[in-house]
T-cell receptor
Framework: KNEVEQSPQNLTAQEGEFITINCSYS?????LHWLQQHPGGGIVSLFM???GKKKHGRLIATINIQEKHSSLHITASHPRDSAVYIC??????????FGKGTRLHILP | EAQVTQNPRYLITVTGKKLTVTCSQN?????MSWYRQDPGLGLRQIYY???????DKGDVPEGYKVSRKEKRNFPLILESPSPNQTSLYFC??????????????FGPGTRLTVT
């Protein structure tokens, strides 16, 4: 079993829909990282979370340490949000384990 | 402009021919790391470095070497590449020496094909 599991693997939605991507982990973590990988391959950091909730524009990330679960939400989704979203668990100060990613496709 | 650069971006080579993929950052970051990305497996950590002359193995270090002689550079060396090292490689850096506690900046990726 992978230490970091994401769901769903693939998600297709209509423009404007509220999107939720889930990340569960089985190890103790120091923080959780959400990344976005564009269709061209480039990776950018979205959020780093160790507790609670963070918001940036239409993106919201939450984490529940007790339940070992994090969610990434996108409000008012847009075709430009189409990308692969990856969660990564930070173990201690130096190791990082990635989920396999969620491929999101927003239809106009 | 703050960035992580990798070279080359694309490389096709043959089994056994030594190669180096360079990684450089201009943000004075202490932490640097190499990852490979494969279909169905996602991103996996190869090696990381907490600071100059400090490197450690990630999850898939076999067949790779790294060095950190200067803060800004973290080259990935494949002494004898094999076809199973065909992959998309990313270098990343982060501010703090204590690990990737803050935002990681990723390079653009290097697509390596070993025939």
């Amino acid at each position: 079993k992978n230490e970091v599991e994401q769901s769903p693997q693939n998600l297709t939605a209509q423009e404007g829909e509220f999107i939720t991507i889930n990340c569960s982990y089985s190890v103790g973590i120091s923080a959780l990282h959400w990344l976005q990988q564009h269709p061209g391959g480039g990776i950018v950091s979205l959020f780093m979370l160790s507790s609670g909730k963070k918001k940036h524009g239409r993106l919201i990330a939450t984490i529940n340490i007790q339940e070992k679960h994090s969610s990434l939400h996108i409000t008012a989704s847009h075709p430009r949000d189409s990308a692969v979203y990856i969660c990564a668990a930070l173990i201690g100060d130096d190791k990082i384990i990635f989920g396999k990613g969620t491929r999101l496709h927003i239809l106009p | 402009e703050a960035q992580v650069t990798q070279n080359p971006r694309y490389l096709i080579t043959v089994t056994g021919k030594k190669l180096t993929v360079t990684c450089s950052q201009n943000m004075n970051h202490e932490y640097m790391s190499w990852y490979r990305q494969d279909p169905g497996l996602g991103l996996r950590q190869i090696y990381y470095s907490m600071n100059v002359e400090v490197t450690d193995k990630g999850d898939v270090p076999e067949g790779y070497k790294v060095s950190r002689k200067e803060k800004r550079n973290f080259p990935l060396i494949l002494e004898s590449p094999s076809p199973n090292q065909t992959s998309l490689y990313f270098c990343a850096s982060s501010l703090v020496a204590s690990g990737p506690t803050y935002e990681q900046y990723f390079g653009p990726g290097t697509r390596l094909t070993v025939t």
